[in-house]
């Protein structure tokens, strides 16, 4: 059984920072991706950043300078680092863990952590 438990998540002020953390346990193959995304009040689901099991990064636009993603593959857990934060990323912050290559049909979610931005 896996599990993805995300915590770091709270109420901050505009301009703060905040440090995530999801942890997995269970049987989690690799190669892996693990990912963030986040879910605003009445959006959709978007994707924020992620990190290969080799390292690799991507991120959204809008975060690209502002968030910083990292990963422990001895403890298989990811972080995120939100540095400058603003109103409008406030949101559910959700951890993803998917496969790829041979360990392709993977794919795990967390239940999610809320990060509240406001003065």
């Known amino acids: 059984q896996v599990q993805l438990v995300e915590s770091g998540g709270g109420l901050v002020q505009p301009g703060g920072s905040l440090r995530l953390s999801c942890a997995a346990s269970?049987?989690?193959?690799?190669?892996?991706?693990m990912a963030w995304y986040r879910q605003a009040p009445g959006k959709e689901r978007e994707f924020v950043a992620h990190?290969?099991?080799?390292?690799?990064?991507n991120y959204a636009a809008s975060m690209k300078g502002r968030f910083t993603i990292s990963r422990d593959n001895a403890e298989i857990t990811v972080y995120l680092q939100m540095n400058s934060l603003k109103p409008e990323d406030t949101a559910v912050y959700l951890c993803?863990?998917?496969?790829?290559?041979?360990?392709?049909?993977?794919?795990?979610w967390g239940k999610g952590t809320l990060v509240t931005v406001s003065s």
């Open positions: 990190i290969t099991s080799g390292g690799s990064t």
């Open positions: 993803n863990v998917r496969g790829y290559g041979e360990s392709y049909g993977m794919n795990y």
């Open positions: 269970g049987s989690i193959f690799s190669p892996n991706v």
